[in-house]
């Protein structure tokens, strides 16, 4: 229950891991499921190939929204294969509404490099709209129903390739985009500037066509433009951000920023002291344990949030605490980008920074995010 892990942000669960990849489902992943599922066995199949039996439908529902998302972790898995092949480590995928979002560990270091790793996307999406359509090729001759399937597959996966092509960052199309601009002028963040700016102009443009559907009485298909364009929207603006954030960490030694005065808690610390004299009175979200000189772990003020007070008073930092792993402990001669990366791929909002084990300070995602801020506020 004290895991590190607890600070991830809620709404999203973990399923399996593919090459290293830890693959995760946000909850807007099954509305999608449940609306693809409601739309193919309810609506389409039974509209388009009548004389089933409403069972049956369901079943032809599900296999077919099964595959769909499958190819929608395929699209995914393709870009992350990419990127590590091109050495961008990939902790993560989360697949979303509409496709999935890997989580790279750095921004990629070219041009070339981008293009190839937005490009494999919706070309995988391509191969296996030829794939399915092979199949339901294959299968003519049986049940019609069976054949729909495949043919809904081939024509979907069609369709999430000519979608994800849409120039806007942060989807492949705008990625591409980005790559050409970045290419042609330089500057990475200019081209992100761009793309990003594209990306949110047809985010708009899709709420308000959703809109008008909805006025005019297409309610579902209305709401469902809104919500991707909603979405959209957010996304290319915290791509934008991040990646801002990125370029001014870059370069910056991690000990002129670094926290030197750290406050430790003993491990034998009752939790009630725990909250009453740490957290709330320092209002840091986390302390190293220290005994003796020596790290034994981490405590979160997540670690504690379970706990009753009754309990409180006899429990121990000890036993809520993250013992110190090495993905906590960072090198004092890193950079702040590489800390972040850190972060990012670790889930952590606070690493160590040790030298020959010992403790010579603390970094955290609120005193990077800080320093981001000063530096923008002396740069403009
Ligand atoms: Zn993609």
Redesign the pocket.
């Known amino acids: 229950m004290a895991d590190m892990a607890d600070e991830r942000p809620r709404g999203a669960i973990r399923l399996f891991r593919i090459a290293g990849i830890r693959i995760s489902l946000d909850f807007s992943w099954f509305i999608v499921f449940a609306l693809v599922l409601f739309a193919l066995s309810a609506g389409y199949f039974p509209r388009t190939y009548p004389g089933y039996d409403t069972q049956t439908y369901w079943l032809a529902g599900f296999v077919a929204t099964l595959l769909f998302f499958s190819s929608v972790l395929i ?2 898995l393709s ?1 992350s294969l990419m990127a590590i092949r091109c050495g961008i480590e990939i902790p993560e995928i989360t697949l979303f509404i509409f ?1 999935g979002v890997s989580k790279l560990s750095e921004e990629p270091k070219d041009p070339r490099t981008e293009l190839k790793i937005s490009l494999v ?2 070309l995988s999406s391509f191969a296996l709209a030829v794939v399915f359509g092979l199949v339901a090729k294959i299968l003519s001759g049986l049940p019609i129903l069976l054949v729909a399937v495949f043919h809904y597959l081939s024509w979907i996966n069609v369709a999430l390739g000519v979608f ?1 092509l849409i120039p806007g960052f942060p989807l ?1 199309g705008g990625r591409v985009l980005r790559a050409i601009w970045w290419w042609k002028t330089g500057s990475l963040t200019r081209a992100t500037k761009v793309a990003t700016d594209i990306g949110k102009t047809f985010s708009v443009a899709l709420m308000i066509l959703g809109a008008l559907q909805i006025f005019s009485g297409m309610l579902i298909s209305g709401l469902w433009l809104v919500f991707i364009g909603m979405f959209l929207r957010g996304m290319s603006e915290r791509g934008y951000e991040e990646l801002i954030i990125r370029k001014s960490l870059e370069g910056v030694p991690l000990r002129e920023v670094m926290i030197t005065d750290v406050v430790t808690v003993p491990p034998s610390l009752p939790l009630n002291q725990l909250v009453h004299d740490y957290f709330l009175h320092y209002t840091y979200r986390g302390f190293p344990v220290v005994a003796d000189h020596a790290v034994l772990g981490l405590v979160s003020v997540t670690a504690v949030r379970g706990v009753s007070s009754e309990d409180q008073a006899k429990t121990m930092v000890a036993d809520v605490m993250t013992p110190l792993r090495e993905d906590l402990v960072i090198a004092a001669d890193a950079s702040l980008a590489e800390a972040l990366s850190r972060m990012v791929q670790e889930d952590a909002d606070r690493l160590l920074v040790m030298t020959e084990g010992r403790m010579v300070g603390m970094i955290t995602k609120t005193s990077l995010l800080r320093f981001v801020q000063i530096k923008q506020i002396l740069e403009t």
């Open positions: 699209h995914e870009h496709g996307g919706p994800n492949d």
